[in-house]
């Protein structure tokens, strides 16, 4: 008796496999990790490139991108957002800031807390990093269409409520204008 052998976890599934399965096998959800290590890293991997050509990081794009879509965060807050050490949110924000990218303000509610916001050097580059994976996501959202954009944000705000991290709200973000940057 031959055992049948189980497909691989990057194995392609026709469009709309699985939506109406009241259960789901481990191989699918060992693909689905996969899928979302895989797009993780390539999503952030394009913009590998300018990064380096602005002498930046991962961790200093993350930052930014916060300080863009959130301006006047509380360094508390940011650290909260982010799930990092304070450690190292420190090292990296004072490298932005000394880099004249990020600038603080003391809050006036507060003279205690600094509020942060994007130097216009900071907002043009953050805004450049952006444009890059927006042009992914666009063409990507296009060929998937409308549903498949709406299974994806409700299955990524149900992987954040799930992981009860402290500081993430899956409400609708309003983003940022950024044609005036």
């Not at 699918?28 to 380096?52: N, P």
């Amino acid at each position: 008796m031959t055992v049948p052998t189980r497909p691989s976890p990057t194995r392609h599934t026709p469009a709309g496999a699985g939506v109406e399965l009241l259960f789901l096998r481990d191989e699918d959800m060992r693909q689905a990790q996969e899928l979302l290590m895989l797009a993780c890293r390539a999503f952030t991997g394009m913009i590998d490139d300018s990064l380096h050509e602005y002498g930046l990081g991962h961790a200093h794009h993350r930052i930014m991108q916060v300080v863009a879509l959130q301006p006047g965060i509380a360094v508390g807050a940011l650290l909260e957002t982010l799930g990092i050490t304070k450690q190292s949110m420190s090292r990296v924000l004072g490298e932005l800031l000394a880099m004249g990218l990020i600038r603080h303000e003391t809050a006036p509610e507060d003279r205690r807390r600094r509020r942060l916001y994007l130097s216009p050097r900071g907002a043009e580059i953050e805004n450049r990093l952006f444009s890059l994976q927006r042009e992914v996501l666009l063409r990507v959202y296009r060929k998937a269409g409308g549903k498949a954009v709406d299974g994806f944000r409700r299955v990524m705000r149900g992987l954040i409520d799930e992981s009860d991290a402290a500081g993430i709200s899956t409400e609708a973000h309003h983003s940022p204008d950024r044609s005036s940057t």
